[in-house]
């Protein structure tokens, strides 16, 4: 049977209640923000403008969106309250592109645009626009003259970026499919200049996934040209060690103001991973593996695994701990692997088939003890605990190759993702969600 994707038009979405998952209000939508691309390739969108009480607009990635219907909006996790602003290559849909003056491709006839309407991707969490709605004449919005018809984004003109002359965005339309590896190859080969336009051109998300895979030179560059107020959202948007790693390259003076920027939350992890020796397992280890009460199910465990933002590593285990659940927890009481979720009923306890005799790693283990523990327990990710039983986070295996590799290995290897990205080749990867 075919899978029907979701489609909603985006008039029916104006003014509509945003809740969060409990069922209270957070807000209403006030409109969304797109990225339009080269040619007639669909716009991607990027998130949503939630007017709070306070009557503060905020800025929401789609990646926290969970339901769109007409009347009201879904969303999960904590949002960040700082105030909205437009970037250069973002579009607003509601405020820009309604009621705007376009040509049909077929015919070369001038229509108004009266809606959009927008779709999520199978077995993705993206959302793009696929379809519009026009009127043909002269008339706009208000005018019931003309015949009105939908027509798919690539049957009209005037809406996307020109192919020549947007410079950065231009770049990106061409390399948007490109892994984060690939697409730190192609920054790492720019000038400065274009480097840090490209940088600024793209969702925190995205940058922050490109940050990660730069060398820190590179890293410590972009993010000094970054706005303070949006370095700190890329670096609430990284892996909590890559930024506690980042970070530690900045002045005391910049570091600390980058800190006090952060969510509280998010500042609070950075700082306790910078609290440890980096090459240790606790400044190597995330602060964001997944936990889950005794109490959980298979079900639940497997719900959580196929989160599609979490890294193979840290989806291979899930850990069990008593609450409280994030980091550090309550008491650790083991850990279950992905395979072993696979074979059992989804009513089981994890607490039941949790694997109650690996030994976790102490905090200050050293690199070479850490990469043992690896190889002799055949894991790709291993639990740090401190001396209380409380678990602190994971050690991933790439955290721990990105440490045991020459220092310069990131320049070899971007040598050869660059050119492979240039050339079409490599495998592309999903692009980047998010603000």
């Not at 219907?69 to 607003?92: A, C, D, H, K, P």
């Not at 984060?180 to 080969?189: F, N, Q, S």
């Not at 889950?292 to 979490?310: E, G, H, N, Q, S």
């Not at 030994?359 to 690896?374: G, I």
């Amino acid at each position: 049977m075919a899978v029907v994707t979701p489609r909603v038009f985006v008039s029916h979405l104006a003014g509509s209640a945003v809740f969060d998952p409990h069922g209270d209000q957070v807000g209403r939508l006030r409109d969304l923000v797109a990225l339009l691309r080269v040619g007639d390739r669909p716009p991607r969108l990027l998130g949503v403008v939630v007017e709070v009480i306070s009557r503060r607009r905020i800025f929401v990635p789609m990646t926290r969106v969970t339901g769109v219907e007409s009347g009201q909006i879904i969303i999960t996790g904590v949002v960040n309250m700082r105030r909205f602003e437009q970037r250069t290559s973002e579009t607003l849909v509601l405020g820009e592109l309604l009621d705007r003056r376009v040509r049909l491709v077929e015919t070369d006839e001038e229509v108004t645009v009266l809606d959009v309407g927008i779709t999520q991707l199978p077995a993705r969490r993206d959302w793009e626009i696929d379809k519009v709605f026009v009127r043909k004449g002269k008339g706009g919005a208000l005018r019931r003259k003309g015949e009105a018809l939908t027509v798919e984004w690539s049957a009209v003109t005037g809406f996307s970026l020109e192919e020549h002359g947007q410079g950065a965005e231009s770049l990106l339309a061409t390399f948007e499919q490109l892994r984060p590896a690939d697409l730190a190859g192609v920054l790492h080969h720019l000038s400065a200049k274009r480097r840090a336009e490209v940088a600024a051109a793209l969702d925190d998300d995205r940058l922050a996934d490109v940050l990660e895979e730069l060398p820190e030179d590179d890293q410590v560059e972009i993010l000094g040209k970054l706005k303070d107020e949006r370095a700190a959202d890329v670096l609430e948007a990284m892996d909590p060690d890559d930024a506690a790693d980042l970070l530690s390259e900045l002045p005391e003076e910049e570091k600390e103001r980058l800190l006090a920027l952060m969510r509280p939350e998010e500042a609070a992890d950075v700082r306790r991973l910078m609290s440890y020796e980096e090459r240790t397992a606790g400044g190597l280890m995330t602060t964001e593996p997944i936990v889950l009460r005794p109490d959980a199910t298979v079900a639940d465990a497997l719900a959580r695994v196929r989160d599609p933002d979490l890294s193979p590593a840290l989806a291979a285990q899930v850990y069990v701990c008593r609450p409280p659940d994030e980091t550090p927890t309550g008491k650790y009481l083991g850990l279950v692997h992905f395979q072993r979720l696979l074979r059992d009923p989804p009513f089981t306890l994890v607490s039941s088939i949790a694997d109650t005799d690996l030994p976790a790693l102490p905090p200050d283990t050293p690199l070479p003890e850490v990469t043992s523990y690896l190889a002799a327990y055949n894991m790709v990710a291993a639990p740090v605990v401190d001396e209380s039983g409380a678990l602190l986070g994971a050690v991933t295996v790439d955290d721990v190759l990105d440490h045991l590799l020459p220092d310069d290995w990131r320049e070899d290897g971007l040598h050869g993702s660059a050119t492979a990205g240039m050339t079409g080749g490599g495998s592309p990867g999903k692009a980047g969600h998010g603000r």
